[in-house]
């Protein structure tokens, strides 16, 4: 069997298997599919507290994205296998990964659909409930290709979802798609660019908190922008 055609066959499999246990383990609302694009080339930002997110953005999405995932995760014990099997981006963390921007700019130019966390990967202190400031990388991508964004929000999908488990009950867990926005535009060069990138960040950002329920906003909560 062609590859391709093997990444689809798996990828399927994987889509059923993880629908299965979220009917099992999870009490999912998903609100907003009036919002969803019918295709690429689009980005798709969602906020990233723990494994669920990206588990969970195949059954809510009507196509299957394309991941950027952390290299490290590569070699999880646990979910290396599923990553290798699905078919991801590795990002070298900590530095500007050329690699990784060629890849995700091959997704976009190809029509393709392209997801990312833009706070990063779960981060070493675990499960969070509440989002943190996005790293470099998301703004970037969707000004070069001038592609439209779409803001989900997984609200419940953190640190709680073990308390409701050990009590052997499912975990309520709502996904808020909200309206795409963008293209965006960055006219500027140089520092006047950088700047004009890391505005845009943020306002990826505060899409995705207004998604959110307001303990779970971090650093955009309390006051509008």
Known sequence: MPRSRARRLIRRLLRVA???????????????????PAGGPLIVVANHFGWLEPALLPIVLPYAPEYLAADNMLHHPAVGWILHSYGTIPVHRGEVDRRALRGA??????????????????????????????????????????????PIGFSGSGAEVFGCWRRLRRAPVVVTIG???????????????????DEASEDIMWRIA????????????????
């Open 179 to 197: 309206a795409p926005f963008g293209p965006l535009t960055v006219a500027s060069h140089g520092a006047a660019r950088r700047l004009a990138l």
């Open 210 to 225: 207004a998604l959110l329920s307001e303990r779970e906003r971090g650093p955009y909560g309390g006051a509008e922008r």
């Open 105 to 150: 700019s091959q997704v976009l130019a190809q029509g393709g659909v392209l997801a990312i966390f833009p706070e990063g990967g779960v981060h070493s202190r675990g499960f969070r409930s509440a989002l943190l400031p996005p790293r470099p990388g998301t703004a970037y991508l969707a000004v070069q290709h001038a592609v439209p964004i779409l």
């Open 18 to 36: 993880v629908g299965l246990l979220a009917r099992l383990l999870l009490r999912l609302e998903v609100h907003g599919r009036e919002h969803l």
